[in-house]
Every structure is written in structure tokens, then in C-alpha cells.
């Protein structure tokens, strides 16, 4: 079955300060889809990247695929508390059905 | 449209017994899932259906059965329930074209005691 590696398992960073986080495949990448988890809320989709290299930006968020690494990575500049919660990486593993990561806790202090 | 509804939003149940998890959408979608998330453990797979009448197991489907009688609705029952049960469940549902973009509910927190 497919692994997801998510690193670092938490951080803390400043307000206004960048950040990135990563979601290592143990498998090839089909297709890799970001989701931002609030405390006790579902999951709200941010991105999918499908293709090698591509690379794809919303407000403040960026997220790329490294095919050959069967990583991606998502980077967000200038920090918001806005930004603060888990960040989830889930694969398409072939079937229609997602795997997910175990995902990476970010706090956001003014 | 409403996305993905789940009720209830918390329960708590004795060991031992049963419940029913409801998962509605309006979305039309055909794939609709069922995950549960323990602390620090992200999303484990309990069942999942392809379209009305068609359900399979994921990777964690023991003590939990699912029926697809609609489109619509996707529910998950608890026969008996076990303090390992407890934990975060979230349904969701995908349309089945173009990426996998899964649609998620609010979650039904449940504690076994």
C-alpha cells in the first residue's frame, strides 16, 4: 500500500515569517492532492498536482510536485494565524481512493 | 448546495452499543468514502462506494458495516462499539471526473466509554 511521509511533524513559526512543509510517496505519484484541517473541522481541499514539475499557487500558498523524489512540498510565505492548522497530503493510489499522510501541525504565533 | 452533511456531530456510546453514522450529499457524486482520524494519525480508509448498491472495504473495515441504498446517502453503522472506536469520523464524496478532489463533511466526533 502507499506511504506518506509528512515532515516536519510540527512547527512554530512567527507571524509574517515562510514555511514549508513536505509529503514524501513511498510510491509513484499519480496524483497528489493538499487538504487544511482546522481543530474539530473537516477538511478543506487547497490543491491538486497531477504532472512532474508542476507547480501551482493560491493567495499566499504554493505547492510543487517533484515526480522523480516522489515529493511535494507546500510553502507558504509571510505567515498568517490565519494559515495555522494540519496540512494533510493525501495520494491517488489508483482505485479512486485517496491515502493520506499523517500530516503536519503548523502554529502560527503572532 | 449544502456539500456534505454528517449527523450527529458528537455521541458518546457505552461498549457494546450500536449506533448509525448518517452521511448525506447533494452533489450528485457517485464515490462517497468513509474515514475515521485518531490523534496524530491522519485518515484510515473503513469503507468506500463506487455508486448506489456498490460498497467495499477499505483499510480498516472491521466492526463497521455501510450501505448505498441512494446516491445521496452513504451511512456507517457501529454494531458494537468498542473503546477502540473512538475517534473523528469524516465522510466524503467525489464525482468521479477529473481529479480526485474529495469533498469532506464536518466529522462526527465519537467517544466509546
Known amino acids: 500500500s502507499q506511504e506518506l511521509e509528512q515532515s516536519p511533524q510540527s512547527l512554530i513559526v512567527q507571524e509574517g515569517k515562510n514555511l514549508t512543509i513536505n509529503c514524501t510517496s513511498s510510491k509513484t505519484l499519480y496524483g497528489l492532492y493538499w487538504y487544511k484541517q482546522k481543530y474539530g473541522e473537516g477538511l478543506i481541499f487547497l490543491m491538486m498536482l497531477q504532472k512532474g514539475g508542476e507547480e501551482k499557487s493560491h493567495e499566499k500558498i504554493t505547492a510543487k510536485l517533484d515526480e522523480k523524489k516522489q515529493q511535494s512540498s507546500l510553502h507558504i510565505t509571510a505567515s498568517q494565524p490565519s494559515h495555522a492548522g494540519i496540512y494533510l497530503c493525501?495520494?491517488?493510489?489508483?482505485?479512486?481512493?485517496?491515502?493520506f499522510g499523517k500530516g503536519n501541525q503548523v502554529v502560527v504565533i503572532p | 448546495n449544502a456539500g456534505v452533511t454528517q449527523t450527529p456531530k458528537f455521541r458518546i456510546l457505552k461498549i457494546g452499543q450500536s449506533m448509525t453514522l448518517q452521511c448525506t450529499q447533494d452533489m450528485n457524486h457517485n464515490y462517497m468514502y468513509w474515514y475515521r482520524q485518531d490523534p496524530g494519525m491522519g485518515l484510515k480508509l473503513i469503507y468506500y462506494s463506487v455508486g448506489a448498491g456498490i460498497t467495499d472495504k477499505g483499510e480498516v473495515p472491521n466492526g463497521y458495516n455501510v450501505s448505498r441504498s441512494t446516491t445521496e446517502d452513504f451511512p456507517l453503522r457501529l454494531e458494537l462499539a468498542a473503546p477502540s472506536q473512538t475517534s473523528v469520523y469524516f465522510c466524503a464524496s467525489y464525482g468521479g471526473t477529473g481529479g480526485l478532489e474529495q469533498y469532506f463533511g464536518p466529522g462526527t466526533r465519537l467517544t466509546v466509554t
Open positions: 493525501g495520494a491517488d493510489d489508483g482505485n479512486n481512493r485517496l491515502a
